[in-house]
């Protein structure tokens, strides 16, 4: 019965060549603050796309921009081919939302949060209650459906706030963040849905800071870095194109890395300096790295990963807003 | 907009015993006290016993209490800890049709206080007349006259404190000078005019009109009056909680 839950035209869509989503020069300045310095985002029928990014650097906002609860500086943005903001209830109809803080109706049982939810979009009475039997199904919620919101778990809520977002049968879910704050269990278990509604054909908006995440789910990544992206691809095209495969981190004295690092400059691998501290991204494998492990009682050498790559990125200076 | 409306009224329908006790017991508590205790002996005013003046006014005055402190503490909660309003500004619910519905729902709370009020005063001996039933918009209207200004406070607020400035410097002063408990007639001057102009002031001219059928009275500018203040404050309410939530 899960192949029901999933977006009604988006399976059906896929020959449709305008993207879902379309984002060219969106800029937006708070006061003095410039939060978004021309992004461009392009996001296909189908495909999960995560925005990636140290905290401020305008991920929320692109996305409230989208949804109309900011309003852009400069900038053109298109959902499903139409002009935000003139055609904005028109395409909210076709947008579901997970949003990063818990909104759910605390007034309201779990069914209800449902059902009140599908009349703000028109979604016939009968029609609701079976697409929310399917969705408390769908997401292991039916047990719960007439509990009080305060008495569900962080997990039940996050799923709550999932099945809420699907009522409409989003041809776009944007998903805010979706498993902030969650226990590995509960965010095995929203992955695992997930990847099941883009596997058929559901197009995702996904903004997250767990690489892990990113990494399961995104089909497309852009890194986003002070309102501009600076980085695009695949997860793992894009970190071994500007990383490498491998990581080695070397720790030792200062002149000993120094030395280390000068040696290392024929090879196909590029390096980082922190105190005390070497990171080597490896392209090709080298012999001077390997008579180097030799030397250093300190090595640690894994594959690398979108965390590796996010972090060469955007720094390791701790990011406050 | 009815969207908003009905979501409201779902909640109030699981705890409407404590929400009307709430609503209805000040107004209730004055007309004992004032009417009966004070009324003893007070004169008749305007032709009326004490108690049967100050009745229609306090009806009146429920629908405002109803009105005020459903779009200040109530919709100021679903603002800020519950994220209601951005939940339904999410979905193709504009701006305009959370506030309206907001605005009407305040009204409709408040106006269901007020029938109530008025169907219970044949308990204190107080009859009203067929015309009462033409006070049902009259006190619709001031519903959203006061929704709408709570909806203002809500749309500027910072904390519930912040509510204790609309109490104090404005519900409670309409209150006790819109001529609930004494005849502005009897004022002279600039005074007399200014307190007419009150919003409350007129709804409580015409819920004795109404109340008792005395239609020899000139209601025009009472209803002109509401409804300047209706347009008034809920396009300002609208403008301010769009202020408020879209940046």
């Given at each position: 019965m899960h192949h029901q839950v999933t977006g009604s035209s988006s399976a059906s869509n896929r020959s449709d060549e305008r993207p879902v989503l379309e984002i060219t020069g969106l800029r937006k300045t708070f006061g003095q603050r410039e939060v978004l310095k021309g992004l461009n985002i392009r996001l296909e029928s189908g495909i999960c796309l995560a925005l990636l990014g140290p905290n401020g650097a305008g991920k929320t906002t692109t996305i409230r921009i989208i949804l109309g609860l900011v309003v852009a500086t400069g900038g053109e943005i298109k959902v499903f081919g139409k002009s935000i903001p003139r055609n904005l209830r028109k395409v909210k109809y076709q947008v579901g939302v997970v949003p990063q803080m818990d909104n759910l109706d605390p007034d309201l049982t779990v069914l209800e949060n449902l059902l009140i939810y599908a009349r703000y979009f028109r979604i016939k009475k009968a029609a609701a209650r079976q697409r929310a039997a399917e969705l408390l199904e769908f997401f292991a919620l039916t047990n719960r459906r007439d509990e009080i919101i305060q008495n569900l778990s962080g997990g039940q809520r996050r799923r709550l706030l999932l099945a809420r977002a699907l009522?409409?049968?989003p041809r776009l879910l944007i998903l805010d963040e979706p498993t902030i704050g969650l226990d590995p269990q509960a965010r095995l278990l929203i992955w695992e849905r997930l990847r099941h509604l883009r596997k058929h054909g559901t197009t995702m908006l996904l903004t997250s800071h767990y690489m892990e995440e990113v990494t399961r789910l995104a089909t497309k990544v852009i890194i986003i870095d002070y309102g501009k992206s600076i980085a695009r691809g695949s997860?793992?095209?894009?970190?071994?194109?500007?990383?490498?495969?491998?990581?080695?981190e070397f720790s030792g004295p200062e002149e000993k890395l120094a030395r280390l690092q000068k040696a290392l400059e024929d090879c196909n691998v590029s390096t980082e300096r922190l105190k005390n501290r070497l990171y080597v991204y490896i392209k090709q494998g080298c012999r001077e790295l390997d008579s180097a492990a030799m030397d250093f009682p300190m090595v640690i050498k894994r594959p690398a990963t979108l965390e590796d790559l996010f972090l060469?990125?955007?720094?390791?200076?701790?990011?406050e807003t | 907009m009815y969207q908003v409306w009905f979501r409201n009224f779902s909640v109030w329908l699981k705890h409407m015993r404590a929400s009307l006790i709430g609503n209805l017991g000040q107004p209730l508590l004055f007309l004992l006290a004032m009417g009966y205790?004070?009324?003893?002996?007070?004169?008749?005013?305007?032709?009326?016993?004490?108690l049967q003046f100050i009745a229609p006014g306090l009806?009146?005055?429920?629908?405002?209490?109803?009105?005020?402190?459903?779009t200040t503490y109530g919709s100021y909660t679903r603002l800020s800890t519950q994220g209601t309003f951005e939940a339904i500004l999410m979905t193709p619910v504009s701006i305009f049709e959370l506030a309206m519905g907001e605005i009407l729902w305040g009204a409709t709370k408040g106006l269901i206080g007020g029938i109530i009020?008025?169907?219970?005063?044949?308990?204190?001996?107080?009859?009203?007349s067929p015309w009462s039933a033409v006070l049902v918009p009259v006190l619709f209207a001031e519903g959203i006259i006061f929704s709408a200004m709570g909806m203002i406070m809500t749309a500027v607020a910072s904390n519930y404190d912040f509510f204790n400035y609309f109490t104090s410097l404005v519900i409670t002063p309409l209150f006790l000078f819109s001529g609930i408990f004494f005849s502005l007639k009897t004022i002279a001057g600039p005074i007399r005019n200014i307190l007419e102009l009150l919003p409350l002031s007129s709804v409580v001219l015409l819920s004795r009109?109404?109340?008792y059928g005395r239609l020899d009275e000139n209601i025009l500018p009472a209803l002109a009056n509401l409804a300047v203040y209706a347009i008034i404050s809920s396009w300002a309410a609208i403008f301010l909680l769009k202020r408020r939530m879209i940046k």
């Open positions: 009522m409409n049968r997860p793992t095209e894009m970190v071994e194109r500007m990383l490498g495969t491998e990581i080695m060469k990125l955007t720094g390791r200076n701790l990011r | 205790g004070l009324g003893r002996s007070v004169p008749e005013i305007e032709g009326l016993s004490y009806v009146a005055s429920s629908v405002m209490y109803g009105a005020a402190f459903e009020m008025l169907a219970m005063l044949p308990l204190f001996g107080v009859m009203p009109v109404f109340c």
